[in-house]
């Protein structure tokens, strides 16, 4: 007879048929990678010998293939009957003595190695499980804190009954496996007590868009099931793996999840088969702080590297993996519980993208996270308990607290999906992005929100927020294509406010970001004025509470707009990484910083901003300089310690040449030198003096981005938003025009940078070929207009002899 059970040691990824995707896959990572310091409990397996011999000893095979013989998978209740009748068969057998001898003498092994009677996680691994066309994770049992022999005999019994639970019949019914050659082998591993600590998961790519240059980590208190299951809102981080490899520090984003309980171990001497586990409130102060700190983030990531690259060169190609990670609360110790390859986005060729857009607005009924760029909409189907399924009609919205693998029969037949609870890496997300079907999880409160029968509209396109309207919406479905066979001389680069939607806008053919709005992360990511939080102890009571609820996380205040601000730049550099990403540094108007929370203390009363404090004059001058301090400390961590060298800074409004020397003299103050580390500070050539004296204005820049809005309005002495002279605007004035000719015409003659980031040419074709026919080096462009204007730039070249790049 074949040996009934292996070591992890024993184990090789090529032992799938043996002991199943999962035990394979952890003895491979023993065997190859604890050598290169990743730390993985150590373990055992049971192999589809011992499933089969368990089987064939007890006289079940014929059994179970006469009750599975007229199954109609479909049918819930036919499912569940016929489901729940082979595992009581199985629950009932007698275990094989032999079996019994072998697995308690492995387990002893462990105990020699870890301390008498260890406590071991059980888990199930079907030899069909983790495969490049299937999924079978999560479909069989898993117990945890087992021991004893007795405790590890009985967990393994109901291991093997979990192989016909109704989830499990039901995926290998549909995707076309036979039941009885699918087998079950156990992986038993020392416990790691994740119930006193932390716990999440891993992909090495990025779950909603496919790129693959971040690692993606999640993490919650507790075991890890919560995470997995959906039942917590998790920590969530993101890395960027190019310059994490050499060495740099590079956290490009952190969103603390509210992670309101976890689970834990319920003590109980008397407990049958280990112990019991029960989910308890977490402390107001703990949900407060980030449940890992930055050197366990990027200590994981790292590992998550390791994990891929190895898989990756195994098996000759690109394979993201998913992985699930463990903190040990008794020794503090960091270790990795599993490793399978990631599914979904694993199969996207990255040829083609569809982009959706809501074409009308409603009213907004509940907002949570985004899963899948698409739009949904149907009827609300609200279910509660697993035991309602049978209620679900296909093409409503599915809406529920969390989900589980019992639940995948009917989020098949589901036009969308909502849950209560839950992140990114949550079983509804998982299984949401495997079918292509939009979800939004941890919508607080959907369920009281939402009416059955209620006709809604799921939004989640593009964007990190996923909303739910009343009412079924317009919207639009386009296909773009990626792939592009050539390629203008003239740089084609994007404009890019949202670090959410740098991901995907990456995936277009481009030559970078002329233009990342400083201003977009401080309102939407930051929302306070940065000297409220220098400032902090003097601000109105009102004020700090607001603040105290948007800082949650952060002991120090001002740690927080550094830190949120590089991470929204980061997060933007990192997407268009090693291309050059030009970040203007802000240029809000008075009443804007204004607006922001607590900034009203602080900004002067103008009656005409647009023409006032803004841009280069405020970084220099006393009012400000402060703040502009901490959007100098945001850079500098985004290119020293995040190593993306490739952001570059931009100045805006910058009227004379003593104003640029000031503010060039408060970047150095700064500690962000030009020419140093290959930084190139940039002037935003948008008012006519910094045209009419170009030449003296590139002795000191690296080079110009012409603003053309701006330009425009002081060229022709008007207000765009004034609605009496707005129809006088218009970038295609002749006078206008002649000043972007000059702009390109001094910056080539002094062999300077120059390119546009303005709204003209996305808006008009002639621009665009005016442009390029000065010779202008780059157009930085909407998204939306990235690749139609490359074409034309393609063949306007063409048509001018112009040399062309391939």
């Not at 039941?179 to 082998?185: E, N, Y």
């Not at 989640?460 to 009412?471: A, L």
């Not at 005016?770 to 690749?787: F, K, Q, R, T, Y």
């Amino acid at each position: 007879m074949s040996r009934l059970t292996l070591g992890f040691a024993e184990i090789r990824l090529e032992d799938i048929p043996v002991v199943g995707g999962k035990n394979a896959s952890l003895g491979e990572m023993y065997r190859e990678l604890t050598p290169k310091g990743i730390k993985i409990p150590d373990g055992f397996a049971t192999t589809a010998d011992a499933y089969f011999y368990f089987l064939q000893s007890s006289g079940l095979e014929s059994s179970i293939n006469e009750i599975l013989n007229k199954l109609d998978p479909y049918d819930t209740k036919d499912l569940a009957e016929k489901g729940k009748q082979i595992r009581e068969l199985i629950l009932s057998a007698k275990f094989p003595i032999k079996l019994t001898e072998e697995i308690k003498a492995s387990y002893n092994q462990l105990c020699a190695k870890y301390g008498a009677k260890i406590d071991v996680a059980v888990r199930s691994s079907a030899t069909a499980e983790d495969l490049p066309e299937a999924s079978f994770a999560g479909a069989q049992e898993t117990f945890l804190n087992i021991r004893g022999v007795d405790a590890l005999i009985e967990s393994c019994r109901k291991c093997y009954a979990s192989l016909f639970n109704d989830r499990a019949i039901f995926y290998r019914e549909v995707n076309g496996f036979k039941h009885s050659q699918v087998a079950l082998s156990i992986g038993v591993q020392k416990m790691v007590r994740s119930d006193l600590a932390s716990s999440g998961v891993i992909f090495t790519l990025d779950t909603e868009t496919g790129f693959q240059d971040v690692v993606f980590l999640t993490s919650a208190y507790g075991l890890g099931e919560n995470v997995v299951k959906g039942s917590v809102n998790p920590d969530e981080f993101y890395v960027f793996k190019p310059t994490l490899k050499i060495g740099f520090k590079p956290i490009i984003a952190k969103t603390i999840g509210s992670k309101e309980i976890k689970m834990v171990y319920e003590e109980d001497e008397n407990a049958s088969i280990g112990l019991s586990t029960k989910n308890i409130p977490v402390p107001l102060s703990e949900r407060k702080l980030f449940s890992i700190n930055d050197n366990e983030i990027l200590q994981l990531s790292q590992w998550a590297v390791l994990i891929e690259e190895h898989y990756s060169n195994k098996a000759g190609y690109k394979k993201p993996m998913d992985i699930e990670w463990g903190k040990d609360g008794l020794s503090g110790e960091l270790y990795i519980l599993q490793a399978r390859p990631e599914t979904v986005q694993a199969k996207n060729t990255g040829t083609r993208m569809t982009q959706y857009s809501l074409l009308e607005e409603g009213k907004v009924l509940a907002v949570g996270r985004a899963v899948g760029a698409k739009v949904g909409y149907g009827k609300v189907r609200i279910i509660k308990s697993v035991k309602d399924i049978e209620l679900f009609q296909e093409g409503e919205i599915l809406v529920t607290s969390m989900t589980d693998p019992d639940w995948v029969p009917i989020m098949k037949k589901a036009a969308g999906i909502i849950t209560e609870r839950g992140g990114r890496t949550c079983h509804a997300a998982i299984v949401s992005r495997e079918l292509g079907i939009p979800a939004i999880v941890g919508a607080d409160n959907a369920m009281n929100l939402l009416k059955d029968g209620m006709e809604v509209t799921l939004s989640c396109t593009g964007k990190d927020e996923g909303k739910i309207y009343e009412g079924i919406l317009k919207f639009h479905k386009e296909m773009i294509e990626l792939k592009q066979t050539v390629r203008p001389k003239t740089n084609i680069m994007m404009n890019v406010g949202n670090p959410e939607e740098a991901f995907k806008l990456s995936a277009i053919p481009n030559d970078g970001v002329g233009l990342a709005r400083m201003e977009f992360i401080i309102n939407s990511h930051i929302q306070i004025h940065p000297l409220a939080l220098i400032h902090y102890p003097e601000i109105k009571e009102s004020d700090k509470k607001l603040i105290d609820e948007l800082t949650v996380g952060y002991e120090n205040k001002v740690d927080y707009f550094i830190e949120k601000l590089a991470q929204g730049i980061g997060k933007i550099a990192a997407s268009f990484y090693p291309k050059d990403v030009i970040v203007r540094m802000s240029d809000f108007k008075t009443n804007e910083y204004a607006n922001l929370l607590g900034g009203s203390d602080f900004e002067p009363k103008e009656d005409n901003p647009m023409l006032g404090f803004r841009g280069a004059s405020r970084y220099y001058n006393p009012r400000y300089r402060q703040g502009f301090a901490l959007e100098c400390a945001a850079i500098k961590k985004v290119r020293e310690e995040m190593g993306l060298f490739n952001v570059k800074v931009m100045i805006p409004f910058c009227r004379t040449i003593e104003e640029g020397k000031k503010v060039l003299e408060e970047l150095e103050k700064n500690q962000l030198v030009q020419g140093e580390h290959g930084l190139e500070v940039y002037l935003m050539c948008e008012l006519p003096s910094n045209v009419i004296l170009a030449d003296e204005f590139l002795k000191y820049f690296d080079g110009f981005s012409i603003g053309s809005n701006d330009l425009t309005q002081l060229v022709l002495g008007l207000d765009r938003d004034s609605e009496i002279v707005a129809p006088l605007f218009d970038e295609r004035n002749e006078a206008v025009k002649e000043m972007l000719k000059k702009a390109i015409k001094v910056a080539k003659a002094n062999n300077k940078k120059v390119g546009i980031c303005g709204q003209a040419p996305s808006d008009y074709p002639e621009i665009a070929q005016l442009l390029v026919e000065c010779g202008i080096d780059s157009m930085s462009l909407n998204p939306d207009a990235v690749i139609s204007t490359s074409l034309k730039v393609y063949e306007w070249e063409k048509d001018h002899d112009l040399k062309l790049l391939h």
